[in-house]
């Protein structure tokens, strides 16, 4: 099973949007966790547009990557920028990349158009984040069958 690691400043939104929808979406193949540089608390409006999905994130609270120490991860990616330049370096071969969105909790207007700006990082996140997975766990099926053939 891949795990990855979703990174972002707060661990409010968007690592909290895609830890559930990684986990919903690529259960049993992928394992999400979500951690954040400086965490706070998971944001309502994510809870609320995840629910929208059938995705309960509720349940959820913000880390410290300091408290997934230990852990070892295949993939860490961040999804902020601020997370980008503040992340931390991982040992082994863990792969990191940066898949940024903008932060939905910095959307200004009224409820319905704050609304929209979640769906949007949530909606895009999903998209984005299903194919970059898709294609490291095809990757890793081929490696695994191609090492199956060389053993034989």
Known sequence: MLKVLFLCTENACRSQMAEGLVNHDLAGQVQAFSAGIRPSRVNSRAIQVMA????????????SIDELAGKHFDLVITVCDSAAE???????????????????????????????????????????LAYLLQKKLRGRRRRANAAKIASA
């Open 52 to 63: 929208e999905l059938g995705i309960d994130i509720s349940r959820h609270h913000s880390k």
């Open 86 to 128: 503040q992340c931390p370096i991982f040992p082994g071969n863990t792969e990191v990349m940066h898949v940024g969105f903008p932060d939905p909790a910095k959307a200004t207007g009224t409820e319905a158009e704050i609304l929209t700006v979640f769906r949007w990082v949530r909606d895009g996140l999903r998209e984005r």
